[in-house]
């Protein structure tokens, strides 16, 4: 069993470590009946961080953000906020507010009295509560709207009257259950910019579920990526496109062509696989702390592997293919390539030039090549 | 070609819409409006000694005019005797307390059919039916063997030590409470588990999340979104209960006055068909406007939303 192959030091992605963590998730266990929807979870989220919380349908993530909100007890574990022991803590006593993914915004009431409604349970002054009401909706830019019912909104403007409502109580934390889910692309690319401009306007933090990759890396600061009921991998972006700590994250974030490969020299400055799949030798530039003979995963993303019609000027790291089929993006193209072992890869190169046709058409024997610092070594 | 079947076949289609829609009206007109009309009819006849024993509408005079024979004489009867009027009154009492206390109990069991798990919640809305398997008479006669001064009730509370005379209990109001409430119990909690069946638990998260106590939320969020099935279950007990004969027959005192049984009396033991229909159409009315208030407030509804 190799230990996982290079990735960065735990500590550099977490910032403040040092700092007592603002939520701190120990040993949670979350079991309906015999399934265990989550699996014995650790993390730590420092204040004012935008953290998500990346994975499939069923992998625990909304269960894990249930426990938070207090709508679920934990099995096992406990749940510390600011340093409180959250443990049989109800809902409405706990410093959580929520953005549901349905919205939940109250049908028979207006959009000012849904963003009111937290503030007159708090015992808020009615002239304070109108006037927080009143900021918040001109924030989430629905102040014209603060007569409407619910019913007679958008799916956008709703989404707008949920957040204010779980904001307008300046909870410590906010918890966002696939906050963007219900909307079009487009729309839900401008919002996740705003979200973010709210959240370092406000300094709240923020714990956002989603199973968009996309939206998961665009907001957050950090992320983990959950399957299973585990917490597989936490880390930022970066961490998590560029050093996937296993096959699952790997694939989970982003495109990947993952080949099988048998180590044959593992030195401390570099490595050489025998990949068969690929047709060639596949060399690293670090060395990897495992044995020789032994079977590793290797990753390499499309945008990094280049195309050629001459075969480059190398014995590794080239595999000889065909075209098969071209896919135009517009910023990029798709190529899918047969390489001549028979196994098919991606390949996206960028759409530099606008009067240039396809640099490679479908039908080309090409070469496919890649830097020593383009593949990961994952353990099989 | 597709042009010109086009029209033939959207009045095919209308003329299939339009059956389905008559169906319903014609079905009211045969067992509603043609009977209310009779009704109405004998209600402004007289009393007379005949087969049938009210007057005729309509007579020929000579076999040449006809006379219409109309007398409100009967209405003028019903607002001057004292009786009916206490007899409506107390019959509206009892309907509204009955539709009241169906409504306490109600709304728990609902609220507590709705927080099973969906497989177990048709089980207990069996339960909550069950009694309908049992002719209704027979049920209410169940009350009397449980009510009556050697019957179970007491027998059990005597037993225990809890009294030392029976209670009289069978042919109070309280008994005929009891028989209405347990009747038409199952009328409230169908509609009331219809509409909290269909609300959103995240809006009760929602509420907590926000702060709210459990019991604010069932005020500000359960109880308003669930009125159109307050209100669709207390029409179902109020209206029934207003003109309910055979429970006050059956477990009320001979004194307990309601208008069911004003109207049994009347019809049978007085054979004054036209004051018995008179007490119908008056009731009718009563019970008819508040239903068509709370419709008009419904229809207006959405127009605002």
């Known amino acids: 069993m190799t230990s996982a192959p290079e990735t960065r030091p735990a500590g550099s992605a977490a910032g403040g470590a040092q700092a007592a963590p603002f939520v701190r998730i120990e040993g949670i266990t979350k079991r309906f009946g015999a399934t265990v929807a989550v699996d014995k979870i650790d993390l730590d989220i420092q204040r004012s961080e935008l953290f998500c919380l990346l994975g499939g349908s069923g992998s625990g993530k909304s269960t894990l953000l249930r426990m938070l909100a207090g709508f679920e007890e934990p099995s096992e574990g406990r749940i510390l906020i600011d340093g409180q022991d959250m443990t049989g803590v109800p809902p409405y006593e706990r410093p959580v507010n929520m953005m549901f993914q349905s919205y939940a915004l109250f049908p028979h009431m207006s959009v000012a009295d849904n963003v009111a409604y937290g503030l007159r349970r708090g015992g808020v002054s009615r002239a304070e509560t109108r006037q927080r009401v009143a900021d918040m909706l001109d924030m989430v830019k629905m102040g014209a709207f603060a007569q409407r019912k619910p019913h007679q909104l958008s799916g956008g403007q709703r989404q707008r009257v949920a957040l204010a409502r779980s904001l307008v109580k300046q909870p410590k934390l906010l918890l966002l259950d696939e906050p963007l889910g219900a909307l079009d692309k487009k729309l839900r690319e401008e919002t996740q910019f705003e979200l973010m401009k709210i959240q370092s306007q406000l300094g709240t933090t923020f714990i956002v579920v989603t199973h968009d990759q996309d939206e998961a890396m665009t907001l957050a600061s950090r992320m983990g990526v959950m399957s299973d009921g585990r917490l597989v991998q936490v880390g930022g972006p970066r961490d998590l496109y560029e050093f996937p700590a296993n096959r699952l994250v790997a694939q989970f974030i982003g495109a990947v062509n993952l080949f099988d490969g048998v180590v044959i020299e593992d030195e401390p400055g570099h490595a050489r696989m025998r990949c068969d799949e690929a047709g060639c030798v596949i060399h690293v530039s670090h060395g990897i702390t495992g044995t020789l003979g032994q079977t590793v995963h290797l990753a390499i993303r499309p945008e990094k592997i280049n195309l050629s019609h001459d075969r480059p000027d190398a014995e590794e790291n080239v595999a000889p293919g065909t075209i098969d089929e071209v896919a135009y993006l517009g910023n990029l193209s798709v190529y899918q390539v047969r390489l001549d072992t028979g196994r098919v890869i991606h390949v996206t190169l960028p759409n530099l030039d606008r009067h240039e046709g396809a640099i490679f058409e479908a039908g080309d024997a090409i070469h496919c090549s890649w830097g020593a610092a383009s593949a990961v070594v994952l353990p099989a | ?305």
């Not at chain 2, 409506?88 to 169906?102: E, F, G, P, Q, V």
């Not at chain 2, 709705?114 to 809305?125: E, G, K, N």
């Not at chain 2, 179902?236 to 209960?241: G, R």
């Open chain 2, 1 to 305: 070609m597709s042009v010109e079947t086009a029209p033939a076949a959207r009045d095919r289609r209308r003329f299939g819409r339009n059956i389905v829609i008559a169906l319903p009206y014609a079905w009211l007109l045969l067992f509603f409006l043609l009977p209310f009309a009779f009704v109405l009819k004998i209600s402004l006849a007289e009393a007379d000694i005949a087969i049938p024993p009210y007057t005729a509408l309509l007579n020929w005079v000579d076999d040449a005019t006809v006379t219409i024979q109309l007398t409100f004489s009967k209405y003028q009867f019903l607002l001057d005797d004292r009786l009916y009027f206490a007899a409506y009154l107390n019959s509206l009492k009892i309907a509204a307390i009955t539709t009241l206390l169906c409504l306490l109990i109600g709304f728990p069991i609902a609220l507590f059919i709705v927080s099973r798990p969906p497989h177990a919640r048709f089980f207990w809305l069996a339960i909550v039916m069950l009694p309908f398997w049992t002719s209704m008479l027979l049920r209410v006669y169940a009350w009397v063997g449980i009510l009556q001064s050697n019957g179970l009730l007491n027998t059990l509370l005597l037993d225990l030590g809890l009294i030392q005379q029976p209670l009289v209990l069978l042919h109070t109001d309280l008994a005929v409470y009891i028989g209405i409430v347990y009747s038409y119990l199952p009328f409230m909690v169908l509609p009331l588990y219809a509409v909290l069946e269909k609300l959103d638990a995240a809006l009760l998260e929602a509420s907590a999340d926000l702060g709210a106590r459990p019991a604010v939320s069932f005020f500000t969020i359960t109880l308003p979104l669930a009125l159109p099935g307050v209100l669709a279950g207390c029409l179902l007990v109020f209206v029934p209960a207003t003109g309910e004969f055979v429970i006050p027959a059956l477990l009320g005192a001979p004194d307990t006055l309601m208008i069911g049984r004003v109207l049994w009396d009347e019809f049978f033991s007085n054979r004054d068909w036209p004051m018995a229909s008179a007490v119908a159409i008056v009731m009718l009315v009563i019970l008819v406007a508040p239903v068509m208030l709370i419709r008009a407030r419904g229809n207006k509804k959405p127009e605002v939303a």
